[in-house]
């Protein structure tokens, strides 16, 4: 008996204290605080300096920070002026001269001129450059046409090309164009990407280890000055644990809201913002052996997929069905007359018929998810039904994603007859240059790693990569989209819509199709 | 007793040696490579090429142990690329959270473990027994994060009386109180499974020790019950009970990876999880046998404190 009274008085003990520790727990339970942004990110950034960065994730914070040259017009992906006023370009498309705006200056001073951008530039390209060892540079391939940059005079910049590049003047709105300033950088050496300093319209304040990131806003800005007084970026890489965060309160806004979980935010409570953004999931075909060596299969592959189903089950309406290799977000390239493959398995099956392939077994590679793959696993295995419903014999092989990249990327030659991918890029350029040309071949040191080949679209991309003119390049862009629809090396599946969640305390808040997150016309009340 | 510990600790090296070859073959044969990871799509040869120039990696694997080996022996664990700063701060920063959680979750199983194993004993098929034994089989029967998950839904999102996750309040927190409110979740969902094997065995252990004659002669000569179990049966159950104890050390920190990632619990499990994902050579090969360093170092610990209560094992 006594035993028994000992533990009671330990269950009163143990009751006590829980009693004692829940008001506690109560009033300390916070409301986030009016002025303060809170973002529920998906992950730790590895470092806030624009030139070491490849993650979206981080680059959300960046934009924040720091400002290029020239930006995304807002709601678009065309390209507007920045930190540079106004820009020419040489009638051969080599030289391109910028004009900075005046009197920006730098989070700790630095004036913005000619020879800070210069600074920045020979930082990632030239490899004797005395802080080129603040790297690895894994973008800079982005400004590789640059043959040379000059500080004209002091709000005079000149870059000079060693080849037409139309893409440049993209690449200079991506966030790895973004600027640093030359005395932080001298100040801070490797660990530069741990004291950031921009011109944006926040600043940097502080990085704790897995915990937060916390800029605030910058009171000399030059342009309108930010929403907020401070934005602080949590990492919390469980979608399960970040949905819970937003539930309770203890974010303001979250990215990348698991489709699954959308319902969870109906109501006057929360926002759910989406949009479309340069995002296209496609399964590549190898053109070069097996049943996709034959154009009629891979259409026919193209109708037996019901990607209705996949964007409206599988994804609940965050994706919408892509009708070609180039994402409708590139209003100004895209070719609105391209009708995406229609799902009709009757169809596919008079195209196998008429293919009189008799072989219709398919290796396809699966990855377990990774940057853009949405869900990748769920779309296989419907994708998997689709096809077997009209007569191909489909065994999925999955991957976790490195392992993935590191077998797709050489070519399915030899391997698998289809691999599911997908892809985010800042220019129309991108995707097809690497992707689609026959001089993109894996062993060419491309991606097309389903060996497609048409000359037609080769010299359609060649010719819109060296032209000046936006109104030539479209119209280059659209022919190359109508043929690659026609032979069909891809399944064009979806494009993703990105979406976020805010709380009903967060006010001006919109998404922008390049997928970054500025952040500073917010309120949050 | 020096000589012994001594000894223990020289039969260590070999060991953590071991280690350090096992985990470096892992991640020299593992497929996909860091430059395919920072460049995702953008991974062409050229461009891997150049970075794993950056990183040191065009040089022959033999090569690379060696120089991993030397730098470590020198306290120098090398750059980690996917978080850009030494690998050794940000070990010892992530494995003190670890350690409170883990610890906290160590001290709470191994308490509430051995009260529940011995108030089971002490009252063999009686209403104590049978609800402790019900109780413990649940614990046991659960995953530990998908308890997590279930308390996240409970405490935090529902009732609003603990915060979702995190080690401290984004915005005014970092004191004590502050730390124990994050900490009790994870805490206890950590604690659940360990505490139901710890009072499985000490039960039994105390349910062999009460069966033995020294147990009846003190009952015998008027020893209160209380004093019985307490002061004889417990101190002769330990003996067999800490073993235990040192192995489900090592289960609730490599428990604690999960927990971590339910929790947000800035600790070495989920950091580890994530150096995998993203092929950060030198912060796994780090992490690992640090990680195998103390747990080796425990156990080390542990049979020193056996012998101690036990003068039967040989030092």
């Known amino acids: 008996m006594q035993l028994m009274n000992w533990t009671r008085r330990g269950l009163l003990v143990a009751a006590g204290a829980f009693l004692a520790l829940s008001p506690l727990a109560r009033t300390a339970e916070a409301q986030t605080p009016p002025g303060v942004l809170i973002v529920g990110q998906i992950a730790e950034p590895k470092s806030l300096d624009p030139a070491a960065v490849t993650a979206v994730n981080d680059f959300r914070i960046l934009v924040n920070l720091y400002e290029g040259l020239v930006q995304y017009k807002p709601g678009t992906l065309e390209v507007a002026p920045g930190l540079a006023e106004s820009w020419e370009i040489s009638e051969d498309g080599t030289e391109y001269t910028f004009h900075l705006r005046e009197g920006v200056t730098f989070h700790d001073g630095t004036p913005l001129n000619a020879e800070a951008v210069k600074f920045n530039f020979d930082r990632m390209l030239d490899e004797n450059h005395p802080f080129h060892d603040t790297g690895p540079f894994p973008l800079a391939f982005f400004f590789s046409a640059v043959a040379s940059t000059e500080a004209v005079d002091e709000l005079t910049v000149k870059f000079t090309l060693n080849e037409p590049y139309a893409p440049f003047l993209s690449n200079l709105a991506y966030p790895t164009g973004l600027l640093v300033s030359p005395d932080a950088v001298e100040a801070g050496g490797a660990d530069y990407g741990r004291n950031p300093v921009g011109t944006g319209p926040f600043k940097f304040a502080e990085w704790r280890s897995n915990e937060a990131v916390v800029i605030e806003k910058n009171p000399d800005y030059w342009g309108a000055p930010a929403g907020t007084e401070a934005v602080v970026f949590r990492p919390i890489t469980d979608a399960n644990t970040r949905v819970a965060e937003m539930l309770a309160g203890g974010i303001d806004m979250m990215v990348e809201v698991p489709p699954t979980s959308l319902s969870q935010f109906q109501g006057d409570d929360f926002t759910v913002v989406e949009q479309a953004g340069p995002h296209v999931w496609f399964l590549i075909l190898n053109a070069k052996e097996g049943p996709f060596a034959e154009k009629l299969v891979r259409q026919a592959a193209n109708y037996a997929i019901n990607k209705e189903a996949i964007v409206n089950d599988v994804l609940e309406g965050t994706a919408d069905v892509a009708a070609g290799p180039t994402p409708p977000a590139f209003a100004w390239a895209y070719n609105d007359s391209l009708e995406p493959y229609a799902y009709d398995p009757e169809k596919a099956k008079e195209l196998l018929a008429e293919a009189g392939v008799d072989d219709l077994s398919l290796t396809f590679y699966v990855t377990e998810g990774g940057s853009g793959m949405l869900d990748p696993i769920p779309m296989a295995t419907a994708m998997q039904a689709d096809l077997n419903a009209v007569g191909f014999d489909v065994s999925i092989e999955t991957y976790e994603w490195n392992t993935f990249l590191g077998e797709v990327n050489p070519g399915l030659e030899g391997k698998a007859d289809m691999a599911e991918m997908a892809w985010m890029t800042n220019d129309p350029d991108t995707l097809p240059f690497l992707a689609l040309r026959t001089d993109a071949w894996p062993e060419a040191g491309g991606f097309n790693s389903g060996y497609y080949s048409n000359p037609e679209v080769d010299e359609l991309l060649e010719k819109a990569r060296v032209s000046t003119s936006q109104d030539e390049r479209a119209d280059f862009y659209k022919q190359m989209q109508e043929i690659v629809h026609e032979d069909a090396p891809w399944v064009f599946v979806a494009n993703w819509k990105q979406n976020a969640v805010t709380s009903d305390r967060v006010e001006n808040f919109s998404l922008e199709p390049s997928f970054l997150l500025h952040l500073s016309e917010v309120v949050k009340n | ?315």
């Open chain 2, 1 to 315: 007793m020096g000589s012994y510990i001594l000894k223990r600790l020289i039969s260590a090296i070999p060991v953590l040696l071991g280690i350090t070859v096992i985990v470096f073959l892992i991640m020299a044969l593992i497929p996909g490579d860091p430059a395919t990871a920072i460049l995702g799509s953008y991974a062409t040869p050229e461009n891997v090429e150049k970075i794993n120039r950056d990183l040191g990696l065009d040089k022959p694997a033999v090569v690379r142990y060696f120089i991993w080996l030397g730098n470590m022996l020198t306290g120098d664990f090398g750059r980690s690329f996917s978080l850009n700063r030494p690998v050794l701060d940000e070990i010892l920063e992530r494995f003190g959270a670890t350690l409170i959680l883990a610890g906290t979750s160590f001290v709470l199983c191994s308490f509430l473990g051995i009260l529940a194993g011995v108030v089971s004993a002490a009252r063999q098929y009686g209403f104590a027994d049978k609800a402790i034994t019900f109780t413990v089989l649940i614990g046991i029967s659960i995953p530990s994060f998908f308890l997590g998950m279930m308390m996240i839904l409970l405490f935090a999102v529902n009732l609003k009386w603990l915060p979702v996750s995190g080690m401290y309040a984004i915005y005014g927190g970092g004191d004590l109180p502050d730390l124990l409110k994050h900490l009790i979740m994870p805490a206890l969902a950590l604690a659940a499974v360990a505490t139901g094997v710890i009072a499985r065995l000490s039960r039994s252990a105390m349910l062999e020790v009460l069966r033995q004659d020294f147990i009846r002669t003190a009952r015998a000569k008027g020893v209160k019950e209380r004093r019985v179990i307490r002061g004889h049966a417990l101190r002769a159950a330990m003996v067999s009970i800490i073993p235990v104890l040192g192995i489900q050390a090592g289960f609730v920190l490599s428990g604690a990876v999960y927990i971590e990632i339910v929790f947000q619990w800035p600790g070495i499990g989920r950091m580890l999880v994530n150096a995998i994902l993203q092929r950060d050579i030198l912060l796994v090969q780090g992490g690992v046998v640090f990680v195998a360093a103390c747990y080796v170092l425990f156990n080390i610990a542990v049979d020193v404190a056996q012998s101690m209560l036990d003068p039967r094992i040989k030092t």
